[in-house]
């Protein structure tokens, strides 16, 4: 039923080979998508009547089925294949939603900003490393990875409750699209922190990428104006009886960009969200969101409860206390440099609090990052286990987090170091107003 390789890599065997080209069906890999969706829609129904968020749920009941917990799941890297069309179609239907406009204000905070909160946390773990006696490589790794949030869990939450088009909600998505970018550079990057490669090959990497980028970017630009409006006007005219064929298409030029981005190097996640972005600019955009809503939700819970399945419940428990510490200590430090970044961009203290709250958690691409740095030997031993326990810790504790978000508003209201919400409004567009100005 299974073959081990030489390195230790498990295979599952699921059909017998034939001499004639039969349909072969995956059964291990079909009774475990309907185990997934089962417990996650049944960890959504509870904390949902728990009024809790369903994402808590979602991940909670991945852990609970996965190798840490019960192993109900056989093919995990199957089931991981599948659930990363959540992520594609989550920022899929957030282009779509985006602002172009927006972007362009929210654009110098989104890049610059975000750079720099990558650069503050590489510097600040590096010197730690080198305070505490441990490499400098080890030091730089961490605060890169320490500096990607969670596109996929801030994204469900924002659009949850409706705060995609707010200012904060804005800036916060312009930050976390500059940090997906970023990933590609980031993997440039660990070769020449395991000593794999030399800087000056680095840094060739690092540019090929940010080439490769431009190149890709203004190839969607051209098409968004040229090819865009009149495919989907064809597409509305050929869907008049039914939308069936409007949805596949939409579909499929999500995927094609996809596809097309990661082909190139940079991530399939980058392409899901510019195909939205192209598509947001026609009259087409609101139709096009309605018919993906139900393929995004689904994915998305499964993209979640996949992610929860890299839990491990028994290592979470037997040091849940260093856990704990390290989640704190990574929320804390997170909110406060994405904060300051923020406010230097003169927006409202407001504001600035609440985009590094939702900034506080640790991504799911960080899960990718930790992998490729332990076979580079980059990190290695209890560092890679602290760093994977803090991750998924810092995961399924991010919609608690959110949770108390209105709280720590009202409680900085109280103590005069926000603004009042009633006020709140009317000074966001005056923030908008002030840095669109700024950016002429």
Known sequence: MTLIDKKN???????????YPI?????????????????????????????????VGYLLAGSIIGPGGLKFISEMVQVETVAQFGVVFLLFALGLEFSMTKLKVVGPVAILGGLLQIVLLMFLCGVTALLCGARLSEGIFVGAFLSMSSTAVVVKFLVERNSTSSLHGQVTIGILIFQDCVVGLLFALLPVLGGNSGLLQGIISMGKLLLILSIYLTVASLLTWSFVP??????????????????????????????????????????????GVMLSTTDFAQHTLEQVEPIRNLFAALFL????????VHFLWNHVDILLASVILVIVIKTAIAAIVVKAFRYNM?????????????????????????????????????????????????????????????????????????????????????????TK
């Open 9 to 19: 890599n498990v295979f599952v065997m699921s059909n017998k080979k034939s001499k």
């Open 23 to 55: 349909l072969q069906v995956d059964l291990r890999l079909i009774s475990d998508l309907v185990v997934i969706i089962v417990f996650a829609a049944i960890g959504g129904i509870v904390f949902s009547c728990l009024g809790q968020p369903v994402i």
């Open 230 to 275: 009149r495919f989907l006007k064809l597409m509305i005219q050929l869907s008049s009886q039914t939308n069936e064929l409007y949805q596949l298409a939409a579909v499929a030029f999500c995927l094609l960009s996809a596809w097309c981005s990661d082909k190139l190097g940079l991530s399939l996640e980058l392409g899901s969200f510019v195909a």
């Open 305 to 312: 409860s996949s992610i929860g399945m890299l839990i491990n």
């Open 350 to 438: 407001r504001i600035s609090f609440h985009v590094g709250v939702l900034l506080a958690q640790i991504g799911e691409f960080a899960f990718v990052l930790l992998s490729r740095a332990s076979n580079l030997h980059v990190i290695e031993g209890k560092m890679y286990l602290l760093l994977l326990g803090t991750t998924a810790l810092s995961l399924v504790t991010t919609p608690l987090l959110f949770k108390l978000i209105p709280s720590a508003m009202n409680l900085g209201v109280i103590l005069r170091w926000f603004p009042s919400e009633n006020s709140s409004p009317n000074e966001e567009k005056a923030s908008m107003i002030e840095v669109g100005n700024r």
